[in-house]
C-alpha cells in the first residue's frame, strides 16, 4: 500500500480507512491533504476487492478543524482562481467516487472539514463531535460546499444560522437537523463506521452503486426527473445477475451469493 504524508490508509477486509492525519493542526486541510485524498480516493474506487471507504480524523479531538488557514492566509485572490483551489474535492473526491464512503466524524467538523464530512455518503457522529462553518470569522465564505451542500442538508434557516454567526452545533443538533445519520458514542466511532461499511460492502456491489446514485439525483434534479431516473436505475440494476441470485436467494431461505455482475 502507498504511503501518504498527511493520510493513514489502510484496508480492513473489503474496508478502506482513511485517515486525515495532520493531528497538531486538528487535520486541517492543506493542498497536500487534498492530493492525497485524491490518489487515495482513486486507488479504493480502482481496487476491485473494496467496497466501501470510512473516512475520519486522527486524535481524539478533531475530524478536521477546516482548510489551513496558515497555507491560505498569504494566498491572493488570483492565487486562488488560477489554482481553482480545493475545487478537486469535487471532481474527483466526490463525483469520480461511485463507491460509497462514510465520513465518522469524531470532533470538530468546521469549515472545509464540515464540507468534507458532507461530501461523504453519510455522517456517522460521536456524540462529541461539533459542525460549524466560521468562515465568516476570517472574512470569508465557505468555499468547499458549506453554503450549498449544508443548506440542502439542513435547510435555508439553520444554514444560514451556522454561516451567518460562524457559531457551532453539537451532534445532538445535527442530528436532529438531519446533517447527521446516526450519534454513537465516542469510544464506539470507529467500530460502528467500520461495521457499517462492512456491511456495505456484503451487499451486492452494483445495487450498491445504483442506491447512491439514486440517491445522489435527488438533490440534483426535479421530483418528476428524478423518479423517472431512479425506474430506469431500478430497470438496469434489475438486469444483473445479482438480481436473479438475490431473488433466488430470498425465496430458498440463505444469504446471497454475489458476483457484481
Ligand atoms: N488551519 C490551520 N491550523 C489550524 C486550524 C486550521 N483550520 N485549526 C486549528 N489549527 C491549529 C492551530 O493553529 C494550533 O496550532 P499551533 O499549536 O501551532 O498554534 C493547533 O491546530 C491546535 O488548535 P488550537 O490551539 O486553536 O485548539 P483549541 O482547542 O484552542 O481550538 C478550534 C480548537 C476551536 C477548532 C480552533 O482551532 C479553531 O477555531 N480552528 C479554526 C477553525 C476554522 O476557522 N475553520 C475554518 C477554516 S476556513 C475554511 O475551511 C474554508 C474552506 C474553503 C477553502 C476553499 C476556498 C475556495
Redesign the pocket.
Known sequence: EPTYETLLVETRGAVTLITLNRP???N??NSTVMTEMVAAMAAFEADPTQGCAVVTGAGE??FA????????ATKSGAE?FSED??SEWTSKVVKATRKPWIAAVNG?A????C?VAMMADFIIASENAKFGQ??I??G?I???G?SQRLARAVGKSKAMDLCLTGRMMDAQEAERAGLVARIVPADQLLDEAMKAAEKIASLPPLAVKANKEAVNVAFETTLDAGLLMERRIFQVVAGTEDKTEGMAAFVEKRPGVWKGK
Not at 65 to 72: F, Y
Not at 110 to 113: A, I, K, R, V
Open positions: 497538531k493542526a486538528l486541517a486541510l479531538k478533531a478543524a477546516g482548510a489551513d488557514i496558515k497555507e491560505m486562488f483551489f480545493f470538530f468546521l469549515g472545509g472539514g464540507e466560521p468562515e470569522t476570517l470569508v465557505p468555499g468547499m458549506g
